[in-house]
């Protein structure tokens, strides 16, 4: 066959492919001949762990089939999104779910701990985190560590100090809500308040390789150093160091601290930034599906390694496609539910579900949304390894790209392109009824 006649042929079956012929030069350009259009199958979530009267199973239309093995039904009833995906997700994703229900816990007199770093999820390289208890008056010990600690108070009221290498002391109470960062190597303390319940909090690290279980702890110093030597270095009589414990405390019942910190100041704050920050004081940006708040070095000068975004999606609303071009992700659940789809280049793009407690990781550049699939309003961090928040909405990008460009990859029409928009959206909410 001739070159032309084999275009030609092309060009037929394309054009028998694609149906009727555009209706004016404003429609959308036909299919080409090698590409067909993206399936109109339902995707939605086919069950939640709230879901009544479900057998989950892999089953999604005409594809899959039933377990005919054991089964796991909590943990199936959590993810129907990973035993029966949406067929839009292809290709091999690293795993970038974890759950603190699912990591060992350190039980304390006086509060637990437990934590994710790259040993429970591999994927997370950047960053790590720690969620932890104190009962009322209980303290983290003075400790520090090789990597900068940033920290969300989920519940409860705390006293944190800290001082710096130039002498210098910084003191403060912080809330449900509130934030503290201490840079890699300042010595720092934390004690629950007088509250009944005490407190509990996130803690997020700038290293995928964090532990807990390796921090600087004053009293494991101490343990390990020769008495004689503590003597001579604090020019005190060796009996001074009797009753120094023989190991480490890590998490111990104590008083709480007396209610006005200034009792506590043993010289007034005096470091040149303040080292927690009242983010429950902030108030939230709305967006037509919810609302967010943004804290980076901007607005917190001493967080240069770590920011993050508290936002809020109602019912039926999602937080909108987008990327951060140099930032992994770490995202934590507070409330509700949701699910995931990261899209890794490649054809590669996998689902996950999520609930309360619940943690993502998700690298650089990874395109993804959040969605509230629950029938509450949805919380969550979103937490960088960055001084600065950035990311990039596909909606903006598309409504400040040339019409034209936009047409030729995804066949929109202009009624399409005039609704796409200028400005990010961040949180939008349900999608309109026709």
């Known amino acids: 066959m001739r070159p032309w006649s084999l275009l030609s042929s092309l060009a037929i079956v394309s054009s028998a492919f694609a149906g009727p012929a555009p209706s004016s030069s404003a429609s959308a350009p036909a299919a080409t001949p090698t590409v067909t259009y993206a399936s109109d199958d339902p995707n939605y979530p086919l069950w939640t762990e709230a879901s009544v009267g479900v057998n989950p199973q892999p089953i999604r239309g005409q594809l899959g089939g039933t377990i005919l093995g054991p089964q796991n039904i909590p943990i199936e009833m959590q993810n129907s999104d990973a035993l029966a995906p949406p067929t839009t997700d292809n290709g091999d994703v690293a795993n970038f779910k974890w759950s ?13 701990a437990r934590q994710q770093n790259i040993k429970q999820m591999p994927v997370a390289t950047d960053i790590s985190g720690v969620n932890m208890r104190l009962e009322s008056g ?34 403060n109470d912080v809330t449900a809500g509130d934030l503290w ?52 270095n604090f020019q005190f009589d060796i009996s001074a160091f009797d009753h120094i ?30 080292y927690t920050f009242p983010m429950s004081k902030v108030n939230a940006t709305p967006a037509p599906g919810g609302s967010y708040k943004v804290v980076d070095s901007r607005t917190f000068p001493a967080a240069t390694t770590i920011c993050a975004a508290e936002v809020t999606v109602e019912v039926g609303g999602m937080r909108e496609l987008h990327w951060h071009p140099t930032e ?17 280049a490649s054809s590669n793009a996998q689902t996950f579900d999520f609930q309360a407690g619940d943690m993502a990781y998700i690298p650089p550049s990874y395109g993804h949304y959040i969605e509230n699939t629950g029938n509450t309003t949805l919380k969550f961090l979103e937490i960088f390894r960055s001084g ?9 990008w598309l409504a400040l790209t040339p019409p034209d460009l936009v047409k030729a990859h995804l066949g929109f029409d202009d ?18 009824v026709a």
């Open 328 to 344: 992994p992700e770490w995202t934590f659940f507070i409330t509700g539910s949701a699910r995931i789809s990261v899209y890794a």
């Open 245 to 274: 414990p023989s190991r480490e405390l890590y998490i111990f019942p104590s008083a709480p601290p007396p209610e006005d910190p200034n009792a506590e100041m043993t010289v007034p704050n005096d470091t040149p930034l303040a």
């Open 415 to 432: 009624a399409t392109i005039a609704r796409l928009s200028k400005v990010k959206q961040e949180v939008v909410g349900p999608q309109p």
């Open 388 to 396: 600065l928040f950035q990311d990039i909405s596909l909606n903006q």
């Open 100 to 112: 603190f229900a699912l990591s060992h816990t350190r039980l304390q007199t006086g509060g637990w």
């Open 181 to 232: 960062f201490f840079p890699p190597g300042y010595p720092h303390s934390i004690q629950a308040k007088n509250s009944t319940d005490g407190a509990e909090f996130l803690l997020i690290f700038d290293n995928g390789d964090f532990s807990e279980d390796s921090t600087f702890l004053l009293t494991d110093w101490l343990a390990h150093v020769p008495k004689e030597v503590l003597a001579k």
């Open 138 to 171: 209980a303290i983290r010990e003075m400790h520090w560590h090789t990597d900068g600690e940033w920290a969300y108070v989920l519940s409860g009221d705390l006293r944190v100090s800290c001082v710096t290498p130039e002498g210098q002391v910084y003191l």
